[in-house]
């Protein structure tokens, strides 16, 4: 395994240790792809930004197995009887005036009850369904580190920088991001940058792939990712499945 890889990116390119590098995917469930899931029901919009990133991260995928590189995955979802689910997410879906969500979660959906944990349609879609090894971390929240053992697994697996993937781009994808910025991982060290002349050693890192995320708004995908490394990597960095394939060689 080479010691360090650098990727090009925005703000700019960037050079990691693979060694401390996970691949961290986001809800790639049945529930936000497939027709009628949660997210179909819930967006009333066509779902081919979010097919189409199946294959990209099945890509992805194979690149971190490949190298035997650690691979976490994320399901949004919720205990049968929803004790674990936050008051704002059931408030939002409650039948307030002018709530046309025609199913909430919990309600019985074509692929299950939607959204609970151990139903159809809360699992991984089979085209990026986990392997024996690779961590599946379930969250109730749509950040990734809120009430669950995520932090607690990376600190574990001795994770120093992620790569990020998954939908949707302007809730859970971007939430996980700003979550894991607030818990250490940023941009990474420039590859002209030296630790010296930065004064501090910037030894935690994250980043989207852009092929890898989408969402139910096209509006939303461009404008999410570009707050993540706007200002200096304010939230972390972006980068496309080229690049990064390129870097893993
Ligand atoms: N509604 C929506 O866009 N997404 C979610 O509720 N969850 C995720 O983004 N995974």
């Known amino acids: 395994l080479p010691k360090n890889i650098t990727i090009e990116a925005k703000p700019y390119a960037y050079t990691f240790p693979l060694s401390s590098t996970a691949l961290l995917l986001i809800d790639l469930q ?8 949660f997210g179909d029901i819930q967006s009333g919009t066509n779902l081919s930004a979010v097919t189409a990133v199946v294959p990209n991260c099945v890509r992805i995928l194979q690149a971190f197995r490949e190298l035997e590189l650690p691979i976490f995955h994320t399901r949004e979802g919720h205990l049968p009887d929803l004790s674990d689910c936050p008051s704002s997410k059931l408030n939002r879906q409650a ?3 002018g709530t046309n969500h025609s199913k909430v979660i919990g309600d019985p959906g074509k692929l299950g009850r939607l959204l609970v944990r151990g139903e159809y349609g809360h699992d991984i879609v089979d085209e990026c369904r986990p392997k024996l090894g690779e961590v599946v971390v379930d969250k109730p929240g749509k950040g990734a580190f809120w009430n669950t053992t995520l932090l607690e ?5 001795g994770i120093t920088h992620l790569i990020v993937g998954g939908v949707t781009t ?3 994808v971007t939430t996980t991001v700003r979550e894991a910025n607030d818990r250490g991982f940023e941009c990474c060290k420039s590859s002209e940058t ?3 002349k930065l004064g501090f ?3 935690q890192g994250i980043g989207i792939i852009e092929e890898c995320t989408a969402g139910y708004n096209d509006n939303f995908k ?3 990712l570009n707050m993540i490394h706007w200002s200096q990597g304010l939230f972390g960095f972006v980068s496309t499945l080229p690049n990064l394939l390129k870097a893993l060689g």
């Open 194 to 196: 030296s630790n010296e």
């Open 95 to 97: 039948s307030a005036p």
């Open 170 to 172: 302007e809730c859970c």
């Open 201 to 203: 050693e910037i030894s």
């Open 222 to 224: 461009a404008p999410s």
């Open 153 to 157: 697994e990376l600190v574990g697996w």
């Open 30 to 37: 049945r529930d936000f792809i497939l027709p009628s899931g």
